[in-house]
């Protein structure tokens, strides 16, 4: 059992006069905060409003990498050669240091989003082209990767620390997996349900999967998808039933 655990949320993801989640609110509920780099979401005004409030709250700020694909909100697959992978994370990553610099502020970790995500979590040279786009820009950088995932430890063998990611609102397969987003039951939505599953993940060290098996899953993070439906009242929920329990939510950059 761990008494410690990080939230996280991602964030930054409106687009002009597009709203997604409410990033002022789940910015006084979670330790950390993935923010939109612009390639699947985010425009520089919104991503530098919720800089400003990630700040304002003491909240760890993260980069939330993706393809370039903001109508498909860096949900679809896209085969890209290793330098150009590599050059657009650098990018990303340089963009939103630029405007935290701004504020007086800074990035302390990156976290890939949707397809890549999934992706980089099993297929190595697209792994290492994230991994060399990080190691370019800071290596200091730390690098949050699903839990049990191959990414993880390709990174730490490159000399990057590492933050092990749970979800909160979506399904796992016996092998520790994510349940694809096109099955059914693939995200949660119960609060309550979800709470007690984050519960025992942080007291037993794992969460039934989809298919009712116990599934060992160990996390630094949980992580609470923004643009979710009830988002806010699963997060708040979480962080209840676990404070309650004697757990601390606290950044991994602090524990």
């Not at 304002?56 to 992978?85: C, K, T, W």
């Not at 699963?234 to 991994?252: D, E, N, P, Y």
Request: net charge negative; proline share 2%; hydrophobic share 45%.
């Amino acid at each position: 059992m761990i008494n410690v655990i990080d939230l996280n949320s991602d964030l930054g993801e409106s687009f002009g006069q597009w709203r997604m989640g409410n990033d002022e609110e789940m910015l006084g509920i979670v330790s950390s905060a993935n923010v939109a780099c612009g390639f699947h979401a985010g425009d520089p005004a919104g991503i530098l409003q919720t800089l400003k409030l990630a700040k304002e709250n003491q909240i760890v700020i993260g980069a939330h990498v993706s393809y370039p694909d903001l109508v498909g909100f860096g949900r679809r697959n896209m085969d890209l050669a290793s330098d150009e992978l590599t050059a657009d994370v650098i990018y990303q990553i340089g963009a939103l240091q630029g405007l935290a610099t701004s504020i007086g502020t800074t990035v302390s970790y990156v976290k890939p989003h949707g397809a890549l995500y999934n992706t980089i979590a099993n297929d190595k040279q697209q792994a290492l082209a994230v991994i060399e786009g990080i190691l370019a820009i800071n290596p200091n950088l730390a690098l949050m990767g699903l839990a049990g995932s191959n990414i993880l430890r390709l990174a730490q063998e490159k000399g990057l620390k590492t933050i092990s990611e749970a979800f909160a609102d979506r399904a796992y397969t016996s092998k520790g997996e994510l349940v694809s987003r096109r099955e059914e039951g693939a995200v949660l939505h119960d609060a309550n349900y979800v709470a007690q599953r984050m519960l025992q993940l942080v007291t037993e060290g794992g969460v039934g999967s989809i298919d009712g098996k116990f599934t060992p899953i160990e996390a630094d993070s949980i992580c609470v998808h923004g643009d979710s439906l009830g988002a806010l009242d699963m997060a708040r929920q979480i962080k209840i039933v676990l404070q309650q329990a004697g757990i601390t939510i606290r950044s991994f950059l602090h524990s």
